[in-house]
């Protein structure tokens, strides 16, 4: 089937976040297509690479980034979301004039639509979230 | 543009302050617009708060959001789901809530209300209809 998938809540703080991971990676071994992955409201910071969690727990950024290389995933982060948050690409970092990035490799910063498309697109859309 | 039209329904079921979800839902609304699909809301739980009249927010220093969903009907957005059991339990009634119109375009532009109150076995036959349900 062919899925889409969005992220609500941000990484450690709500366990939606590593519930969203594991429904995709699972998703995906058991074949189904993962059309995209929408990351909105504080979702987006599971898109920073300067997250630096304990070593013995679980990176929720990097593993993200590991599972999209693997699959070639279409991780989006919400650009409006992303503007409050201090998510930046480096298109946002000029158009915004700010001194740094700080997106994950394999995360995009693109659109709303992308999320509407992606309920289009998509057979089931399927929202995590508190 | 998506060729393809699908039963959206957005959820909505927290109070307009407190968190974002309820602004950051009503962006998404208005972005989708664009798509042209078949959208309806539902304001159920605190979500019922989103809808109330005379809200002021200068004491917390935030917007005030609340203007914007008079815009609906220019969106298209025609219905409107309100959940009776949420307004109950929180001793609120429809005459607490803004009034919301769409223009019909089949009926020389009438003004129509586009709230529907619905009970909560409704709603849940409601969602069933629906292709994608983004839940708030």
Redesign the interface.
């Known amino acids: 089937m062919k899925l889409a998938v969005?992220v609500?809540e941000g990484p450690y703080q709500h366990q939606s976040s590593d519930t969203a991971f594991l429904f995709t990676q699972a998703a995906l071994e058991a074949g189904h297509e993962i059309f995209r992955v929408f990351f909105?409201?504080d979702g987006v910071n599971n898109g920073t690479r300067y997250t630096t969690p304990p070593q013995d727990d679980r990176n929720i950024v990097n593993r993200w980034s590991e599972l999209a290389e693997k699959h070639n995933l279409d991780l989006v982060v919400c650009v409006?979301?992303a503007q409050?948050r201090g998510i930046v690409d480096e298109g946002e970092q000029k158009r915004n004039g700010k001194d740094g990035n700080n997106i994950a490799p394999g995360f995009r910063i693109s659109?709303?639509?992308q999320?509407?498309?992606a309920?289009?697109?998509a057979e089931r859309?399927v929202?995590f979230?508190d | 543009m998506?060729e393809?039209v699908?039963k959206?329904l957005y959820v909505n079921r927290k109070a307009p302050y407190g968190t974002?979800?309820a602004w950051?839902s009503l962006?998404?609304v208005l972005?989708?617009a664009?798509?042209e699909?078949d959208v309806s809301l539902v304001f159920m739980d605190d979500g019922v708060y989103q809808l109330t009249k005379g809200q002021e927010t200068k004491g917390i220093q935030m917007k005030n959001f609340s203007p914007t969903y008079s815009a609906l009907g220019d969106y298209d957005v025609k219905t409107i789901y309100v959940e009776k059991e949420s307004l109950d339990a929180r001793g609120l009634t429809l005459d607490d809530l803004q009034h919301l119109i769409y223009e019909d375009e089949d009926e020389d532009y009438a003004e129509k209300d586009s709230i529907q109150l619905v009970t909560s076995a409704e709603l849940a036959d409601i969602m069933e209809q629906q292709?994608?349900?983004?839940?708030?």
């Open positions: 969005q609500n909105y409201h409006a979301a409050r659109g709303l639509g999320l509407i498309e309920g289009v697109q859309l929202v979230g | 998506a393809e699908k959206f974002i979800y950051e962006e998404v972005i989708g664009a798509f699909q292709d994608v349900v983004l839940s708030f």
